[in-house]
């Protein structure tokens, strides 16, 4: 079992960044993907970053490739989303979650563990 708890999120205006945290708990951390989710007020929740178990691969959606950063820590049980020139439409509710598996990244079905979720507003 692991539980997820995410932090950071807030107002901002466009092209301002933010450094979200997702502190996980149990001493397992290292043994699963991460990936970061959001989802916008009447829309799906999609796929934003995800990241090996080492740390060492990094997949990214293309809304946010070269703007947005995943990174974890396994000695702190943390994984970050540092977000760069944020824009109105980045706005959602952000989730971390975790995956024992290994199937795709980027599935939300694949992931078994969902934090509580940080909100993200994106002032124009």
């Known amino acids: 079992q692991v539980q997820l708890v995410e932090s950071g999120g807030g107002l901002v205006q466009a092209g301002d960044s933010l450094r979200l945290s997702c502190a996980a708990s149990?001493?397992?951390?290292?043994?699963?993907?991460m990936g970061w989710f959001r989802q916008a007020p009447g829309k799906e929740r999609e796929f934003v970053a995800g990241?090996?178990?080492?740390?060492?691969?990094?997949f990214y959606a293309n809304s946010v490739k070269g703007r947005f950063t995943i990174s974890r820590d396994n000695a702190e049980n943390t994984v970050y989303l540092q977000m760069n020139s944020l824009k109105p439409e980045d706005t959602a509710v952000y989730y971390c979650?975790?995956?024992?598996?290994?199937?795709?990244?980027?599935?939300?079905?694949?992931?078994?563990?969902w934090g509580q979720g940080t909100q993200v507003t994106v002032s124009s």
């Open positions: 979650a975790a995956d024992s598996g290994f199937g795709l990244v980027s599935r939300p079905r694949q992931y078994d563990y």
């Open positions: 149990g001493p397992t951390f290292s043994s699963y993907v």
């Open positions: 990241i090996s178990r080492s740390g060492g691969t990094t």
